[in-house]
Nanobody, 126 residues
Framework: QVQLVESGGGLVQAGGSLRLSCAAS????????MGWFRQAPGKEREFVAA???????YYGDSVKGRFGISRGNSKNTMYLQMNSLKPEDTAVYYC????????????????????WGQGTQVTVSS
């Protein structure tokens, strides 16, 4: 079992920045390929960014060049640095983990992940 807890969401003006954190605990928490997804009201959950066990990142087109995904040294924490925020970035942001994956691959589909956090709200005002 892996437990994921997101934090760092909030209200920010357009053009501002926020840093989300995802703390992972439990067996195999540090040996995970991880990702961030988001869901806006009335919309499907959307892929935001992913990071492989070896640190390789991948970004969705809508956030490329503005967001940065990273992991702490212990690999138990994942971050999403969000810059140049836009109102369309408003959503609940979820972190996800795929434990025991040492492949160096990253994953873009919800179905590739086994564990999810409860989500943190990000609201960007215009």
């Amino acid at each position: 079992q892996v437990q994921l807890v997101e934090s760092g969401g909030g209200l920010v003006q357009a053009g501002g920045s926020l840093r989300l954190s995802c703390a992972a605990s439990g067996r195999s928490a540090s040996s995970s390929s991880m990702g961030w997804f988001r869901q806006a009201p009335g919309k499907e959950r959307e892929f935001v960014a992913a990071i492989a066990y070896n640190g390789n990142p991948y970004y969705g087109d809508s956030v490329k060049g503005r967001f940065g995904i990273s992991r702490g040294n212990s690999k138990n924490t994942m971050y999403l640095q969000m810059n140049s925020l836009k109102p369309e970035d408003t959503a609940v942001y979820y972190c996800a983990a795929r434990p025991g994956d040492y492949s160096g691959d990253y994953y873009l589909s919800e179905s590739d992940y086994d564990y999810w956090g409860q989500g943190t709200q990000v609201t960007v005002s215009s």
